[in-house]
């Protein structure tokens, strides 16, 4: 039986990655540097506006980065959203700071406004770190403007919607930075990678020297600061340019995923499927929905699907419920929590053929037939 999965790497037909990947080899900078690494950030870049990119081994050291930019240092408070994966948060300790997580919103499953304007009547944050979850735009315009009002510079983890435009913006773009991930599941991959998005050329820069080690301006090896070793390889980012070339074809495949799944769905009213706002061009990178009924569980519906060689996968556990956060500061209430207990994330390859699809929905449909 053929595997049907999440998400998994999808090459270009066309090849492109490795012409890239054979152009490094030519030239031999197999290496954490070269044309790929330049090329890639510029052309990552030319997407988001212009802003300075940095092409760096994950999007959790992009995170990294982003917080050291901001001289986050140990007791300092960081906002984050709460339903997200680790990565989001992790960083934030990283740097003995204290992340504080705030709850989540029905409409995008993404940062709550009201909980955030809540938090800051309490604490004084450094940073902000708002998540747009499968590709869904949280409430930008709402959270940029808390933060605009306090003069806290906002964060977006665009890990999983990078080519998502609310209202002709891109996602990565509305924050003072923001991080993207390139890891095997995500919607374009470089086998494992992320970058740095910045409104700043000196935070650019800054976190170049950083990923690399921090080398001071000297004949010898001198360090003022301590670095990191987090840099892209040139390998990587030439997978990550052929990758780029088929950006908009991977998110109308998304997209033709999610319709179908929005029909096949539709009148069943005990699910509703994770949508795209007014306004609003998601790259859908996971379909994700929620259940209203008691009897039929999340996990009934893995479990078959499963039992059919069928990867689906529950929504992000919130931060505030890990074991590792449990002394962290919450603001909010339930609704990450019921979001996390009655959702399901549905296959969303785009391998994945309509016959596929209808298999999928077929076999969620047996449940209230
Ligand atoms: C994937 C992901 C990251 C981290 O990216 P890595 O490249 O795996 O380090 C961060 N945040 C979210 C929401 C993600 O989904």
Same mark, same amino acid.
């Given at each position: 039986m053929k595997r049907i999965y999440l998400a998994s790497p999808h090459m270009s037909e066309g090849k492109f990655e490795e012409a890239f990947v054979q152009e490094a080899f030519d030239t031999n900078w197999v290496a954490p540097l070269g044309k790929n690494v330049d090329e890639f950030e510029t052309e990552v870049s030319h997407l988001l506006g212009g802003r300075p990119c940095v092409a760096l081994s994950s999007g959790t050291a992009a995170m990294h980065l982003a917080l050291k930019n901001l001289g986050i240092q140990e007791g300092d408070y960081v906002f984050c959203q709460s339903l997200t994966f680790s990565a989001s948060a992790n960083p934030i300790v990283y740097e003995k700071a204290i992340p504080?997580?705030?709850?989540?919103?029905?409409?995008?499953?993404?940062?709550?406004? +009201?909980?955030?304007r809540e938090a800051f009547k309490t604490y004084t944050p450094k940073a902000v770190i708002v998540v747009h979850l499968y590709g869904i735009t949280a409430k930008i315009d709402e959270i940029r403007t808390i933060c605009a009002?306090?003069?806290?510079?906002?964060?977006?983890?665009?890990?999983?919607?990078?080519?998502?435009?609310?209202?002709?913006? !891109?996602?990565?773009?509305?924050?003072?930075?923001a991080i993207l991930s390139f890891n095997g599941n995500k919607i374009i991959t470089t086998s494992g990678g992320g970058m740095l998005v910045t409104s700043q050329e000196e935070q650019a820069s800054f976190s170049r020297f950083l990923a690399t080690q921090a080398r001071d301006q000297a004949p010898h090896y001198q360090h003022s600061h301590i670095g990191y070793n987090y840099r892209m390889s040139n390998i990587c980012a030439g997978i990550g340019r052929g990758q780029l070339q088929v950006l908009e074809e991977r998110i109308e495949q998304k997209r033709h995923i999610h319709q179908r799944y929005l029909e096949g769905f539709g009148d069943i009213g005990d699910i509703s499927l994770l949508s795209e706002r007014l306004g609003e061009r998601s790259n859908y990178w996971l379909s994700a929905i929620q259940i209203t009924s008691k009897n039929v569980r999340p996990s009934m519906l893995m479990e078959a699907l499963a039992k059919e060689n069928i990867e689906s996968r529950p929504? !992000?556990?919130?931060?505030?419920?890990?074991?590792?956060?449990?002394?962290?500061?919450?603001?909010?209430?339930? +609704?990450?929590a019921d979001l996390f207990e009655n959702g399901l994330c549905l296959p969303s390859d785009t391998k994945m053929t309509d016959e596929d699809i209808d298999k999928v929905i077929g076999i969620i449909r047996s449940f209230w037939e």
């Open positions: 504080v997580f705030i709850d989540s919103e029905k409409e995008t499953w993404n940062m709550d406004p +009201v909980a955030l009002e306090y003069q806290v510079p906002l964060i977006e983890d665009a890990a999983e919607s990078l080519g998502t435009i609310y209202q002709n913006q !891109w996602t990565g773009t509305f924050g003072q930075q929504v !992000w556990k919130p931060m505030h419920l890990q074991p590792v956060f449990e002394d962290a500061p919450y603001f909010g209430g339930e +609704v990450a």
